[in-house]
């Protein structure tokens, strides 16, 4: 997981990034007011190159939020409406016998983008959600017996409401550990809803957001968040955040290796956007709660004592030793 000292990333490389990262936060932010820790964490987990699951209750702006992240970067951006009828082909694409050449052809799915947004995902049948897991782990998609690479950058950018919610399916354990980060998008402050009337309801503002950056560019910062030093006093303080869920009376499955990967990648992410180019333990502390929690199952104790996930690794990252 760490990096070799000769391959740390500059201060020039990471204020470039941080440059245009501000850019593109800009053009988000135009769209979803007063959530920026929402829209920073969604910004890590696109430079970490990871797939982010956004789950809240219906109206409070998932999709719009996946849109604006989509619109802010000059890429491929490919839409993927999930409903109960949905078939895994509809989503990565089929072979088609054209009658002219006596061959089969390859349709293209629409997951064959940069940035998919997977709307209402928990809203279509397991087998059709079990669609993405090549594509999000492999970055690929197999058919009949041939693979097609998925050009890189890619990223997931799915929304989903609370399982709780008439017509919903529960994601499977081995398809949310595949998603870099879970955020919720929440109710908008009174101040930040007074605005959203006055550029919401004459038109959309996603109309309005022009790209901040091209693929070519979104590549360089990646790499370059990819380069982000860590110490081996935090890289070790990541496994034992990791390994304290694995070991904690109040859940029954605990976070996977996976997991710890995608802590660091994220954490190194989320020091370039403060403008570092080296991570802090406040850093893994931000990001412990969207990373780990929804990887995660509470105990029947847990439950009935409301306790989720989340309050669990808040509680841990505060009786964890910090490094020095």
């Not at 078939?87 to 002219?100: C, K, R």
């Not at 081995?174 to 955020?183: H, I, N, S």
């Not at 968040?225 to 935090?234: F, K, N, T």
């Not at 990648?265 to 990001?287: C, E, F, K, N, T």
Request: with cysteine; charged share 20%; net charge negative.
């Amino acid at each position: 997981m760490g990096t070799p000292a000769t391959e740390r990333a500059t201060t020039g490389e990471v204020s470039s990034v941080f440059a245009v990262a501000d850019r593109i936060r800009t053009a988000v932010e135009s769209v979803i007011e007063g959530k920026n820790e929402t829209v920073t964490i969604a910004l890590s987990t696109l430079l970490a190159g990871g797939h982010l699951l956004i789950e809240d209750i219906p109206g409070v702006g998932k999709t719009m939020l996946a849109k604006a992240l989509g619109r802010a970067v000059d890429c491929t951006v490919r839409r993927i409406q999930f409903t109960p009828d949905l078939l895994p082909s509809d989503i990565t694409g089929v072979n088609v016998f054209h009658q002219g050449t006596r061959q089969f052809e390859f349709k293209a799915g629409p997951v064959f983008g940069n940035i998919v947004v997977g709307d209402e995902i928990n809203r279509a049948a397991p087998k059709t959600q079990a669609a993405l897991l090549e594509c999000m782990e492999e970055g690929q998609v197999s058919i009949d017996g041939q693979t097609w690479p998925l050009e890189p950058p890619f990223m997931v950018v799915a929304t989903q409401n609370p399982v709780d919610m008439e017509g919903t399916y529960p994601l499977p354990e081995a398809q949310r550990d595949r998603f870099m980060a879970r955020v919720s998008v929440g109710y908008p402050d009174p101040q930040a809803e007074l605005e959203m009337i006055d550029t919401h309801s004459a038109a959309t503002p996603l109309d309005d957001i022009r790209p901040a950056t091209g693929l070519s560019e979104l590549r360089r910062m990646m790499a370059a968040v990819r380069s982000v030093h860590l110490s081996p006093g935090v890289r070790r303080y990541a496994i034992d955040l990791v390994s304290a869920t694995r070991t904690s009376s109040a859940l029954r499955l605990g976070a996977s290796p996976r997991a710890t990967l995608h802590l660091v990648r994220a954490s190194r992410a989320y020091a370039a956007l403060d403008g570092r180019d080296y991570v802090i333990p406040d850093d893994m502390q931000a990001l412990a709660g969207p990373v780990l929690a929804h990887r995660l199952l509470p105990s029947p104790e847990a439950q009935v004592e409301r306790r989720p996930p989340e309050q669990v690794v808040a509680d841990i990252t505060a009786r964890l030793p910090i490094p020095s």
